[in-house]
């Protein structure tokens, strides 16, 4: 059992960054919906919002402007307002004694900081005491690693190879109000406005998720190639095909594993049915496998297309499917709040 991060009470100052956005709405959420112990809800966004209003269990709450805001006697800070933003004001709230949580890229990577999935390395967390900062990884790096960790435990992973379709919800809400315009757009015959995504995403599939950099590959593979093996602590093999796809929320990935030693579907089924935070539906005859529709608003990942690859030695196929908003980034925020609030 892990020593308690934050001294027991009956409610926490709770700060929320970049509330009016895609996932700080979904985190005031999920923190209603879990019944979070708040005893001060904080919405907090960019000069822009500030002064507006977001709800919070039926209350409505006035967004504070964050370069004016003043960190001192928060408990807790959820961040998600962007990388530059993040490594501005992190520090700042963490300073001032407070944990954040951050959502955006900005720290992942660095060593000093805590990259934390609930269900796949919690012990991490230790890192943060000192530092108080702990990064969300990427939506689709998280609902990856929970797959693949219950099957890692079993039998070490040698490679994956990864392809993603993903939703774009994992842009931010104007890329969500963008699909929506473009689907209008077409279906009437006009041309569509491109303004968020790099190309035309309705009716269409893009390459391109984050940019490019020298090597070919694209920051977002770059981010789930380096996250999992943080994450994972093990000295695993991933590369990635990032894709954005034409769907509102929640991604998918079609996974390819190979394993050190024996696994084949059957078991590779049975260690994911008993895995945390994980839901197996996998029924080829009744043609019932995961898809964004169902996956949804909803908090698992779902795990199905389980199938030997017959193509190479103990190599086993996944189709991985979560709410990219919930599971690949709110519910994980709050998840790692939970764990910052619990007392033996
Ligand atoms: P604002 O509404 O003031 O622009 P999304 O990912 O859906 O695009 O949302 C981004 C979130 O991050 C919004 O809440 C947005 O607030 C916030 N945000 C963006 N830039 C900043 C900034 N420089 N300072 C504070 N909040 C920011």
Same mark, same amino acid.
């Given at each position: 059992?892990?020593?308690?991060?934050?001294?027991?009470?009956?409610?926490?100052?709770?700060?929320?960054?970049?509330?009016?956005?895609?996932?700080?709405?979904?985190?005031?959420?999920?923190? =209603?919906?879990?019944?979070?112990? *708040?005893?001060?809800?904080?919405?907090? !966004?960019? $000069?822009?919002?500030? @002064?507006?209003? &977001? %709800?919070?269990?039926?209350?409505?709450?006035?967004?504070?402007?964050?370069?004016?805001?003043?960190?001192?006697?928060?408990?807790?800070?959820?961040?998600?307002?962007?990388?530059?933003?993040?490594?501005?004001?992190?520090?700042?709230?963490?300073?001032?004694?407070?944990?954040?949580?951050?959502?955006?890229?900005?720290?992942?990577?660095?060593?000093?900081?805590?990259?934390?999935?609930?269900?796949?390395?919690?012990?991490?967390?230790?890192?943060?005491?000192?530092?108080?900062?702990?990064?969300?990884?990427?939506?689709?790096?998280?609902?990856?690693?929970?797959?693949?960790?219950?099957?890692?435990? =079993?039998?070490?992973?040698?490679? *994956?190879?990864?392809?993603?379709?993903? !939703?774009? $919800?994992?842009?931010? @809400?104007?890329? &969500? %109000?963008?699909?929506?315009?473009?689907?209008?757009?077409?279906?009437?015959?006009?041309?569509?406005?491109?303004?968020?995504?790099?190309?035309?995403?309705?009716?269409?599939?893009?390459?391109?998720?984050?940019?490019?950099?020298?090597?070919?590959?694209?920051?977002?593979?770059?981010?789930?190639?380096?996250?999992?093996?943080?994450?994972?602590?093990?000295?695993?093999?991933?590369?990635?095909?990032?894709?954005?796809?034409?769907?509102?929320?929640?991604?998918?990935?079609?996974?390819?594993?190979?394993?050190?030693?024996?696994?084949?579907?059957?078991?590779?089924?049975?260690?994911?049915?008993?895995?945390?935070?994980?839901?197996?539906?996998?029924?080829?005859?009744?043609?019932?496998?995961?898809?964004?529709?169902?996956?949804?608003?909803?908090?698992?990942?779902?795990?199905?297309?389980?199938?030997?690859?017959?193509?190479?030695?103990?190599?086993?196929?996944?189709?991985?499917?979560?709410?990219?908003?919930?599971?690949?980034?709110?519910?994980?925020?709050?998840?790692?709040?939970?764990?910052?609030?619990?007392?033996?």
């Amino acid at each position: 059992m892990m020593e308690s991060f934050l001294a027991e009470k009956d409610g926490y100052v709770v700060a929320v960054v970049g509330a009016t956005g895609a996932v700080g709405q979904t985190m005031l959420e999920i923190l =209603a919906e879990r019944n979070f112990p *708040v005893s001060e809800l904080i919405p907090v !966004a960019s $000069s822009r919002s500030a @002064g507006s209003t &977001v %709800e919070f269990k039926g209350k409505e709450y006035v967004v504070q402007d964050l370069e004016k805001f003043d960190p001192a006697g928060c408990d807790i800070a959820l961040f998600s307002a962007g990388g530059g933003t993040s490594k501005t004001h992190a520090p700042r709230f963490a300073e001032a004694g407070c944990y954040v949580v951050d959502n955006s890229s900005a720290w992942r990577m660095d060593e000093s900081i805590a990259l934390v999935v609930p269900e796949v390395n919690p012990h991490v967390l230790e890192m943060a005491r000192e530092n108080r900062i702990i990064a969300n990884p990427n939506c689709s790096t998280i609902q990856l690693v929970v797959a693949l960790k219950p099957l890692h435990d =079993a039998v070490p992973i040698e490679r *994956v190879v990864v392809s993603t379709y993903q !939703a774009v $919800s994992g842009a931010g @809400g104007k890329a &969500v %109000e963008e699909l929506a315009k473009q689907t209008t757009q077409l279906l009437n015959g006009q041309s569509a406005d491109i303004n968020v995504l790099p190309a035309r995403i309705a009716f269409n599939v893009i390459p391109q998720i984050d940019v490019f950099m020298d090597d070919g590959y694209t920051k977002e593979e770059r981010k789930m190639m380096d996250e999992t093996r943080k994450i994972m602590e093990a000295d695993i093999a991933v590369t990635a095909t990032t894709v954005r796809v034409p769907v509102f929320y929640g991604h998918s990935e079609s996974v390819n594993v190979t394993f050190s030693g024996p696994m084949d579907a059957d078991r590779a089924r049975e260690l994911l049915a008993d895995a945390e935070g994980v839901c197996v539906v996998d029924d080829p005859k009744g043609e019932d496998y995961p898809m964004p529709s169902m996956a949804a608003g909803t908090d698992p990942v779902w795990v199905g297309r389980i199938r030997n690859d017959y193509s190479s030695f103990n190599s086993l196929h996944l189709w991985v499917v979560a709410d990219n908003v919930r599971k690949g980034a709110a519910l994980n925020a709050v998840q790692i709040a939970e764990i910052l609030i619990r007392h033996a």
